[in-house]
């Protein structure tokens, strides 16, 4: 696995949680850590090693993975598991293509075409 490819999926899960402590009405420090504690640990880098591993596999191995593909994938899987803690999941999905778009950013890089 290539580097780009590793850090990205490290780093993508962490998004969402940043995101909703970030929208917080009163973030602090305390709250950041409990967040990225229970966000990232608990519901991101779970669903990343669920779906988001074996889709990137899999696409990866039979086609050119694209960016329609990332966001699909994450924003189906944001929405899934939002209900799961019941949640709108229209919120599910944003947070889910906010991982699956910085996971792009990280991991794409051909000379500025994203399509």
Request: some cysteine; overall charge positive; proline content about 7%.
């Amino acid at each position: 696995m290539e580097r780009r490819t590793l850090a990205a999926f490290v780093l993508a899960p962490l998004v969402p949680p940043l995101i909703y402590w970030a929208c917080a009405p009163s973030p602090d420090l305390d709250s950041l850590v409990a967040t990225l504690l229970v966000g990232a640990f608990a519901v991101t880098y779970p669903c990343t090693i669920a779906v988001g591993l074996p889709a990137y596999v899999l696409i990866t191995k039979y086609a050119t993975l694209r960016l329609w593909h990332v966001l699909a994938i994450s924003a189906a899987t944001g929405a899934a598991a939002s209900t799961l803690f019941r949640w709108t999941p229209l919120l599910g999905a944003a947070s889910g293509a906010s991982a699956g778009l910085t996971f792009w950013l990280i991991w794409y890089r051909r000379g500025g075409r994203f399509l």
